[in-house]
T-cell receptor, first 115, second 109 residues
């Protein structure tokens, strides 16, 4: 049973370009969470999705950021017109059920560098 | 909004020492998780607690719901335990984590 997969592992974008980060949850998991870790800072929640639904996007910047988790395929975190401040590690996690009483399994992260 | 604090911020220990990392939070929670982030950046979930105590190998996690406090203990520490340990909580209203700032542990041989 493969773990949570994220790709790419490293992504370099120039200012103004788009970044697309992919997350494939563990088999059987229908809940996906995205987190951001800025350099030398702690993890911050961004968005929580179930298949075809955004449940909580309270941690996601209102502009330039969007997320989806389609019926088929991976969850995508999309950042339009990237700026240097978007450089960070982006982690996704999945769980089989909702709520804090269930373990979340983390992917290896995507390290985004904006030049 | 829950505020999560951890102490100490940084900790250096000699191999074999007993280590304690503390976490406190400000509002009621449905669960508390301890995570380990390796130097390479990967994150592993160590424990999920809603009450009492859990043990896994050399790791022990406890939680006191009334005092809003949890501790992570490492017995017979080893250099491979060197990592950042992160406390994360989910309160009774939300479904997403609020993370502590992490404790950076270095275990010297």
């Amino acid at each position: 049973n493969a773990g949570v997969m994220q790709n790419p592992r490293h992504l370099v974008r120039r200012r103004g370009q788009e970044a697309r980060l992919r997350c494939s949850p563990m088999k059987g998991h229908s809940h996906v969470y995205w987190y951001r870790q800025l350099p030398e800072e702690g993890l911050k929640f961004m968005v929580y999705l179930q298949k075809e639904n955004i449940i909580d996007e309270s941690g996601m910047p209102k502009e330039r950021f969007s997320a989806e988790f389609p019926k088929e395929g991976p969850s995508i975190l999309r950042i339009q017109q990237v700026v240097r401040g978007d450089s960070a590690a982006y982690f996704c996690a999945s769980s089989p059920l909702a709520g804090g009483a269930y373990e979340q399994y983390f992917g290896p992260g995507t390290r985004l560098t904006v030049t | 909004k829950n505020e999560v604090e951890q102490s100490p911020q940084n900790l250096t220990a000699q191999e074999g020492e007993f280590i304690t990392i503390n976490c406190s939070y400000s509002v009621g929670i449905s669960a508390l998780h301890w995570l380990q982030q390796h130097p390479g950046g990967g994150i592993v979930s160590l424990f999920m607690l809603s009450s009492g105590k859990k043990k896994h190998g050399r790791l022990i996690a406890t939680i006191n719901i009334q005092e809003k406090h949890s501790s992570l203990h490492i017995t017979a520490s080893h250099p491979r335990d060197s990592a950042v340990y992160i406390c994360a909580v989910i309160d009774n209203y939300g479904q997403n984590f609020v993370f502590g700032p992490g404790t950076r542990l270095s275990v010297l041989p």
